[in-house]
T-cell receptor, first 108, second 114 residues
Framework: KNEVEQSPQNLTAQEGEFITINCSYSVGISALHWLQQHPGGGIVSLFMLSSGKKKHGRLIATINIQEKHSSLHITASHPRDSAVYIC??????????FGQGTRLTINP | NAGVTQTPKFRILKIGQSMTLQCAQDMNHNYMYWYRQDPGMGLKLIYYSVGAGITDKGEVPNGYNVSRSTTEDFPLRLELAAPSQTSVYFCASNRQGVVNTEAFFGQGTRLTVV
């Protein structure tokens, strides 16, 4: 079993829908990253959080350290949000453990 | 700002050939990393560096070597390419390490070994 599990693996939705991507992990961590991988392959950091909630535009990330769970929400989704979203937890010094990613497709 | 620049973007190698994947960052970051991404799998850490002259192994270092002679550059060397090294390779950097700051990634190098 992977130390970091994301769900769902694939998600297709209509433009405007509220999107939730989940990340569960089985190891003790100090913080967690959410990353976005564009169709062209580039990876961009969206959030780094260790507690509570962070918001950036239409994106909201939450984390519950006790329950070992984080969620990424997208409000008013748009086709340009189509990408692979990756959760990565910080385990020990300098080690990121990555989930396998969630492929999101937003149809117009 | 260029950020993290990787070259080449694509490469096909024959078994047993060698090559160097280049990575450069212009943000004066101390920490740099090499990851590989296999289909359906999460990224795996190959090697990392916490500063010029200092490198350390990650989860999957076998078959690779790195050097860090300057803050800006962190090349990854494949000495004897094998089909198992077919993957997409990402270089990343950040200022204070993954615990404290966001990471910046290169565009990736898609390597096929035939």
């Amino acid at each position: 079993k992977n130390e970091v599990e994301q769900s769902p693996q694939n998600l297709t939705a209509q433009e405007g829908e509220f999107i939730t991507i989940n990340c569960s992990y089985s190891v003790g961590i100090s913080a967690l990253h959410w990353l976005q991988q564009h169709p062209g392959g580039g990876i961009v950091s969206l959030f780094m959080l260790s507690s509570g909630k962070k918001k950036h535009g239409r994106l909201i990330a939450t984390i519950n350290i006790q329950e070992k769970h984080s969620s990424l929400h997208i409000t008013a989704s748009h086709p340009r949000d189509s990408a692979v979203y990756i959760c990565a937890v910080i385990k020990g010094a300098q080690k990121l453990v990555f989930g396998q990613g969630t492929r999101l497709t937003i149809n117009p | 700002n260029a950020g993290v620049t990787q070259t080449p973007k694509f490469r096909i190698l024959k078994i047993g050939q060698s090559m160097t994947l280049q990575c450069a960052q212009d943000m004066n970051h101390n920490y740099m990393y090499w990851y590989r991404q296999d289909p359906g799998m999460g990224l795996k850490l190959i090697y990392y560096s916490v500063g010029a002259g200092i490198t350390d192994k990650g989860e999957v270092p076998n078959g690779y070597n790195v050097s860090r002679s300057t803050t800006e550059d962190f090349p990854l060397r494949l000495e004897l390419a094998a089909p198992s090294q077919t993957s997409v390779y990402f270089c990343a950097s950040n200022r204070q390490g993954v615990v404290n700051t966001e990471a910046f990634f290169g565009q990736g190098t898609r390597l096929t070994v035939v």
